[in-house]
């Protein structure tokens, strides 16, 4: 996750105007990340509350199974993390900033908390 993060330059980004981008007038572009954060639960209500953020869908990464449910991923064996998609509206609020929330709210040195 942090990869992605350092890839994209961090706060530099700079959204291309709707109809560059082939959107509908009135109809804004959309980014998303992938963070996990132990419990996607938690997470996920983190950034509901975010002005900027348009949807978070929790899920789950990487792992052996294919198609994990919940109960499967709760025996600790499948090797799955359990995270959430964050869809955000880069002209409201910028990737550094939800970092910035993410690991307010996330200690990344302990597993699954």
Known sequence: ????????GG????????ASRGLAAGQSASNTIVVG???FWCTEAVFLAVRGVVAVTSGYSGGKQNDPDYESICTGTTGHAEVVSV???PSTINLK???QIFFATHDPTTLNR
């Open 1 to 8: 996750m942090i990869k992605s993060w350092f890839s994209q």
């Open 11 to 18: 706060d530099k980004s700079h959204p291309q105007d709707a």
């Open 37 to 39: 954060g132990g419990c």
């Open 87 to 89: 869809q955000f509206d």
């Open 97 to 99: 900033t939800l970092y």
